[in-house]
């Protein structure tokens, strides 16, 4: 049920919440990106709480938001596909930019997955 609550958020949070001026100046170079990328991280993580509050302690939350601002800040998952894995084409291709949405979506739902494993490890 707890990975269930925390899929749940990110697609609320990505999804559902994230409008359209969040999603078209989180990525600009000006101030504007800055707030935009942020309102747009707290929303995320007001979803992920609001979907696992009962078991997702404040510094999962606050990783969880920690992670997500540079991931769409700088659009992480474009450069990761362009720069490191060899994904260029995947990137650039016919298949773009949904290519680059699943692969960001990747990132977020591993960092929710690790936050899941800490906490049920009890490591931190």
């Known amino acids: ?7 749940t958020g ?10 359209d001026w969040m999603a078209a ?11 935009a990328c942020t309102v ?6 007001l979803a ?3 979907c696992s509050f009962w078991w997702v302690p404040w510094w999962g939350l606050a990783i969880c938001f920690a992670v997500h601002w540079p991931i769409d800040r700088w659009r992480l998952a474009g450069w990761w596909m362009r720069n ?19 692969v960001d979506n990747v990132f ?11 906490n049920f490890a009890n490591i931190i």
């Open 48 to 50: 992920v709480w609001a």
């Open 84 to 102: 490191v894995s060899g994904q260029a084409g995947f990137a650039n291709g016919p298949l773009a930019p949904w290519s680059i949405i699943i």
């Open 25 to 35: 100046n989180k990525g600009m170079p000006q101030k504007v990106g800055h707030l």
């Open 40 to 45: 747009h991280c707290l929303c995320y993580t």
């Open 10 to 19: 990110h697609l609320i949070g990505d999804y559902i919440v994230q409008n």
């Open 108 to 118: 977020h739902l591993a960092t929710l997955f690790a936050i899941g494993l800490v």
């Open 1 to 7: 049920m707890e990975s269930f609550g925390l899929l």
